[in-house]
């Protein structure tokens, strides 16, 4: 079979559509027996007529007829999922429903298609293979996946990227106490990984945009001091793109760590689509990185918690990285997940750079209509990196597109000082901010949820919009639709005046507080710090107002959600500027997660 014809298959979830087609008898796990055990409630809601055979329960019988209707219209409950609106009103069917959701006529059942997933639903039986052990068709998906991707060896995983992270730095982290370089600004597994595997991080402060005020990722002088310093830690790990779409080359990164021996680890989970397409950034994987974490289902179409973990080059023990992944993925693993990630690649490999072709028109057309609404203004680099080299542009045999771009211009985009840190954005990442200062961003998260949009994320200023290929035309209009009226109702149609220029926005960035700035000033680096799972004692912790606990050691993670990067480390002394960062957090309406009191009135710090 030729290399087009092989990939365009999708190998797992042609096994699945096997086995249901097979009609066999389940005498295996899950219970639901393919769907069975929900069969004839959906069938009985779609013809009207009673099942087949009738469970009655014996206290209905001895209670009369009124009790059998009783019995008659509880077991007429079944599930059902459907749109309604503040009225009761079923918004695709029209039907009403009693205050307390119950449909009035129609009993709630299962919905066919949920039905039709059970039927593809399976374990590990003759024909689908094991995740944990592939020799069939699960191994051949994971092959045309490392193909697709551009890795030597890629793996399914189906708790999302938080199993990528947590394997990746249980198999860096081989010993106890072992240093790992890691990004400061991090999603809360790779702490959890930290905690898992009894390391010491020494966390590197990201660079931050002096015109937006958000921080991306650590400088390559950054890392190469932080080596320098700890040439034993087993690896470095970074977070790129952030959860704004923002990033930068991390060629000269990998270099350094490659240069020391170290592996560069990536959380990559916004840039499962990188590469794919001339109009988006080079992938972590293209850059030299030696383990890649993607959530495929974030920006690609898989199934929820479906994502890959991809690995090149020889400094990752692949031995130890499978028995990892064991370790903290289910030994039950969801097949329908598993083929989702399985379809996913497949769209890749079939329609290449045109799967994204209808997505980027949707974010044009919002552009075009962002550019007649003036008050409210588009991220944007100051100096964007090429993601790939112009239209007659040749890359020499044997150089990177990051080289090459150096020869042809003198300098990457990456070394220039001013744009270290920022010049590139996924275009499938729209964040917009209200120029007039009206609306914070979770204000204006709010009002455009009213309108039917909901966005991905907001925080005090920003707020960010996730298109994908999946995007239409239709989609950004109604969008566009929803900015005009929130425009409108606000008293603002024409405030071109009031625009926050780019200069203006970066006066004020010193003090802009996002969920993603989770800084130490004055410090590339920090000690290394302890983590594990041993849990601090509560007679040793006590509570003490928010205002009062600078200085203070947390006794507790503090982390603003989303995106779920923790401001403080249990451990950790405040500072002044922490203190206030989370107090502003707080007051505009951030959610917190890892506190015991959620309102973030009191901390829990530990005792002098």
Request: net charge negative.
């Amino acid at each position: 079979m030729d290399h087009k014809n092989k990939s365009s298959r999708a190998p797992l979830y042609e096994a699945l559509l096997a086995y249901r087609d097979s009609k066999q008898r389940s005498f295996h796990v899950p219970g639901h027996k393919n769907g069975q055990a929900y069969r004839h409630l959906v069938e009985e809601a779609e013809t009207g007529q009673p099942p087949i055979k009738e469970i009655v329960n014996e206290e209905h019988q001895q209670n009369g007829e009124t009790q059998r209707d009783v019995g008659k219209n509880a077991n007429h409950r079944v599930e059902r999922f459907s749109s309604v609106d503040e009225h009761g009103t079923d918004l695709e069917s029209g039907e009403h429903f009693d205050d307390d959701g119950a449909q009035s006529e129609l009993e709630l059942v299962p919905v066919r298609s949920f039905l039709e997933m059970m039927e593809i639903d399976v374990t590990e039986i003759t024909g689908t293979d094991d995740l944990h052990h592939p020799e069939g068709v699960i191994q051949e998906a994971q092959e045309l996946a490392a193909d697709c991707f551009g890795a030597e060896e890629s793996f399914f995983l189906v708790g999302g990227s938080t199993a990528g992270n947590l394997s990746l730095l249980l198999t860096v982290c081989d010993e106890p106490n072992s240093i790992v370089l890691v990004q400061r600004n991090v999603h809360k597994s790779v702490i959890h990984g930290l905690m898992l595997a009894g390391a010491r991080a020494v966390f590197l402060e990201p660079w931050v945009d002096s015109v937006s005020g958000l921080a991306v990722m650590p400088s390559v002088e950054t890392v190469q001091a932080a080596v320098q310093s700890y040439p034993e830690a087993k690896g470095v790990l970074v977070t790129l793109p952030n959860y704004y779409g923002m990033g930068a080359d991390l060629t000269p990164i990998a270099e350094v760590c490659h240069d020391a021996g170290m592996p560069l680890l990536v959380d990559e989970a916004h840039g499962a689509h990188y590469g794919q397409h001339p109009e988006l950034p080079v992938s972590a994987l293209s850059c030299g990185a030696d383990g890649v974490v993607q959530s495929t289902h974030k920006m690609l179409t898989a199934f929820t918690m479906g994502a890959m973990l991809h690995i090149q080059g020889p400094r990752l023990n692949r031995s130890l990285l499978r028995q990892r992944l064991a370790m903290v993925q289910s030994s039950s693993p969801s097949y329908p997940v598993m083929a989702s990630l399985d379809l996913a690649r497949r769209l890749l490999h079939v329609q290449g750079a045109d799967t994204f072709t209808a997505g980027l028109a949707a974010v044009s057309a919002f552009k075009r209509g962002l550019a007649e609404l003036p008050r409210f203004q588009l991220l944007q680099p100051a100096q964007p990196l090429q993601p790939e080299p112009p239209a007659g542009f040749a890359v020499p045999a044997g150089m990177s597109v990051s080289a090459a771009q150096q020869t042809r211009e003198g300098l990457t985009a990456a070394a220039m000082p001013a744009a270290a840190g920022y010049t590139a954005q996924d275009p499938f990442k729209a964040v917009i901010y209200d120029g007039a200062g009206v609306l914070s961003g979770y204000g204006l998260q709010q009002q455009l949820e009213a309108c039917g949009c909901v966005p991905e994320m907001s925080d005090e200023r920003y707020v960010v919009l996730l298109f994908s290929l999946g995007s239409t035309v239709q989609d950004a209009q109604h969008l566009l639709q929803a900015l005009h009226h929130i425009s409108s109702a606000n008293g603002h149609e024409q405030i071109q005046s009031n625009a926050e220029p780019p200069q203006q926005l970066a006066k004020g960035s010193a003090h802009y507080i996002s969920t993603w700035n989770n800084l130490q000033e004055n410090t590339r680096y920090s000690e290394p710090i302890f983590f594990t799972l041993q849990p601090i004692v509560e007679t040793d912790t006590i509570n003490v107002p928010i205002e009062e606990s600078a200085g203070c050691r947390s006794a507790e993670m503090v982390v603003p959600y989303p995106p779920g990067i923790p401001l403080v480390y249990p451990g950790e002394r405040l500072s002044p500027s922490m203190v206030a960062r989370i107090q502003l957090l707080r007051d505009e309406g951030a959610k917190f997660h890892g506190v015991s009191d959620a309102s973030l009135q009191v901390l829990k710090v530990m005792k002098d």
